[in-house]
C-alpha cells in the first residue's frame, strides 16, 4: 500500500456549499516556504507594535517543513506506532528490537516534544510478546495494546492506558467488547483528540470477514453498540483507515476491493442507531488515509492508484479530486496518511515518494475547500521495512508535529512545524 497562513474558510459546508475544487497544482501552486517564513516572522514582530504600542523584537521563527529535533526510540528497535499529545508536551512511542537469543525487546516509552528525549520506559518485556502504540486519544489519554505471544501465535491482545499521558505509567485498562478473533490494528482507532469519544475498525481474522465498529469512551472504559461491516468485499481484505465525526457521531471507513483504477467505496457507521451505508467514492483504488473536519462536514482522503487527494462533503456525499503536485496521477506517488488540524482548518498529507522534491517524501498543506497551502520537502518517511504506516502527529496550537523518520531502519521520529 501504498505552509504559513492559513487562507479564509469557507463557512456552511454542512448546508450545502461545495467542500472543494478541482483546480490543479498549475493554478494552485504551492507557496514558497522561505516566502512564508518571511510573513510568519513579521506578524509575529508587529504583533507588540499592535497590542501593546511598543517596538516589536523579532525572535526567529524555524522555517516550515522538517525540524532538528529527532526521537530516537531508547533501545534502537523499530517504532511500533507512536501519537503526541496535542494537550501537552509529551508524545508516546512503542519500540520492538530482536535479541540474539532469538526473544524481542518490546517497549512502551514517553517523549519529550520540545528536546526529542526520551522521558521514560513505562513498559518493557524481553519474551516473544511486543506493544502497539495505538494512539493518544481524548485528552491526553496514551492507548497501548500488548500482543501475548506463545511460540509464533499471538495468543490474547490487552490494552493499557496512559491516563493522563504525563503520568509516564500505565494506569488503567482498556477491554472493548470484541473476542479474540477480531484484531485491532495500529490504524483502527480514530484519533479523536479533544472530543471524548473515538471510534474503532476491529478487523475479523476468523475467515467469516464481518469487522466490527463502535464508539468508545477510553478514558472512561464505555462502549456504544457493536455494528457489523456485512461489506467484506470492500472493508474486510485490507483494514480500512477510519475516522469521527463527532458531530453526527458517524464512523467515516474507506475502502474498497482494491482492483486497479476501481472506485474507492466510502463507508458510514451510524454508531448511535447502529446501522451501516455505503456510497461509491471518486478516484482510484484503495483508499490510504482518511480525516475529517466534524465541524463543518467535509472529510478527506488519499487513493492509491492516482495520487489524487480528495475532499468530500459528508452531507451530500459528493468528493472533487486535487492531484497532488508534480505527480501526473501516477501510483508511484500517491499518498498515505492525512490527518487533520481543527485549529487552524488545515488537512495535512503524506507522501512517502515526493513527486515534489528530488529525492524523499513530502507533506501538503490543504485548506478545507482543497487549496494547497504549503508543501513541506526533505523528509523521509516511507516506512517500506515497518508494519506500520507512516503516520502525521499534529500539535495544532503550535503548528507544529512528528513524522516518522528520516532513518530507514524507522528507529526514529522528526520534528516539523507548517
Known sequence: MKSSISTPVIPGIRSGITAANTDTEASNPPRSVARMSLIRCALFCLAPLF?????????????????PVLVHSKFGGQIFGFDIDQNGTEGLLSEIKLLSNGNVLSAVETFDQTSGDILGVVAETQTQDNFITLGVVGKSV????????????????TFSTLNPLDANKLNGMWMPPIDSKHIIMSTGVSRNQGEPNSAVFAYDNSGNFIPDVFETNVAKNTFGPIVQITDSLNFASVPPPI?????????????????????????????????????????????????????????????????????????????????????????????ADVEFDATNKLFLVAQPNSSSGSSGSTIYVYSTNGTLEETLNEFSFSNVSNVVPAHIALHPSLRSGYVDGPDASVDSLQSFTY
Open 243 to 335: 475516522a469521527f465525526d463527532s458531530v453526527t457521531k458517524q464512523a467515516i471507513l474507506g475502502g474498497g476491493d482494491g482492483c486497479f483504477d476501481c472506485f474507492p467505496v466510502i463507508g458510514l457507521v451510524d454508531l448511535v442507531k447502529a446501522t451501516f451505508s455505503e456510497f461509491t467514492g471518486t478516484g482510484f483504488g484503495f483508499i490510504n488515509g482518511i480525516a475529517v473536519d466534524s465541524a463543518d462536514g467535509i472529510f478527506c482522503t488519499t487513493t492509491e492508484d492516482d495520487a489524487n487527494v480528495e475532499f468530500y462533503n459528508l452531507a451530500t456525499q459528493q468528493g472533487t479530486n486535487v492531484i497532488l503536485p508534480g505527480s501526473g496521477g501516477q501510483q508511484f506517488f500517491s499518498g
Open 142 to 157: 496514551g492507548l497501548v495494546e500488548h500482543e501475548h505471544v506463545q511460540g509464533i501465535f499471538v495468543t490474547k491482545r
Open 51 to 67: 497590542f501593546h504600542g511598543g517596538a516589536a523584537y523579532c525572535q526567529a521563527i524555524p522555517p516550515a517543513g522538517p525540524g
